[in-house]
């Protein structure tokens, strides 16, 4: 079945250092893939997504290609801040799937000051 | 802008109690979804309702009930709550505008189940 795998946590990191999430997925069609990003107490929320291979997505300092050659999906960001500290989920659908979202794990990042 | 809107936020049941967790979108969405989170499993779906009047398992569905009240409202119904029940519950909704739109998600429902 369709399954998405990304790196376990917790990561912690100093502020304005570089963050790597790595995520991995394994899909029966062409998915979209998805980053979501859960704040403390609250729900997810959509931080970027790409629709194709080599799209980028990006949104607030965070960046993900599409690698269909090696089904990727790493997140990075460059300088992290201490409000990035959050639960950041990897997920993809399929056309097939409608708007059903198979996620990964998730994985806990710190930035500690 | 209330978007997904879950009550309640936490709840304690003894083993064999029921309850139901509500939840209402105001964003007009057709597509509504029940997540259950647990720690190192992601989000997994139990059950989703893709337009009002229809209802689907997903993954996770045992244990569970869903209703489709109108377009806005979509519950979920624990009939007799075992322990292994005990996690973190999203209620989520998406619009029809192509297969691969987001998903709105409310901020979840913390059931304990001792």
């Known amino acids: 079945g369709d399954s998405v795998t990304q790196m376990e946590g917790p990561v912690t990191l100093s502020e304005e250092a570089f963050l790597t999430i790595n995520c991995t997925y394994t899909?029966?069609?062409?998915?979209?893939l998805f980053w979501y990003v859960q704040y403390p107490g609250e729900g997810l929320q959509l931080l970027l997504k790409?629709?194709?291979?080599?799209d980028k997505g990006s949104n607030k300092g965070f960046e993900a290609t599409y690698r269909k050659e090696t089904t990727s999906f790493h997140l990075e960001k460059g300088s992290v801040q201490v409000s990035d500290s959050a639960v950041y989920f990897c997920?993809?659908?399929?056309?097939?799937?409608?708007?059903?979202?198979?996620f990964g794990g998730g994985t806990r990042v710190l930035v500690k000051p | 802008n209330a978007g997904v809107t879950q009550t309640p936020k936490f709840q304690v049941l003894k083993t064999g109690q029921s309850m139901t967790l509500q939840c209402a979108q105001d964003?007009?969405?057709?597509?509504m979804y029940w997540y259950r989170q647990d720690p190192g499993m992601g989000l997994r779906l139990i059950y989703y309702?893709?337009?009002?009047?229809?209802?689907d398992k997903g993954e996770v569905p045992n244990g569970y009930n869903v209703s489709r009240l109108n377009k806005r409202e979509f519950s979920l119904r624990l009939e007799s709550a075992a322990p292994s029940q005990t996690s973190v519950y999203f209620c989520?909704?998406?619009?029809?505008?192509?297969?691969?739109?987001?998903?709105?998600f409310g901020n979840g429902t913390r059931l304990t189940v001792t």
């Open positions: 989520a909704s998406g619009t029809s505008q192509g297969w691969n739109s987001p998903l709105h």
């Open positions: 899909a029966t069609g062409y998915p979209s």
């Open positions: 790409a629709t194709k291979a080599d």
């Open positions: 997920a993809l659908t399929l056309k097939a799937a409608g708007n059903k979202l198979t």
């Open positions: 964003m007009n969405h057709n597509s």
């Open positions: 309702s893709a337009s009002e009047g229809t209802t």
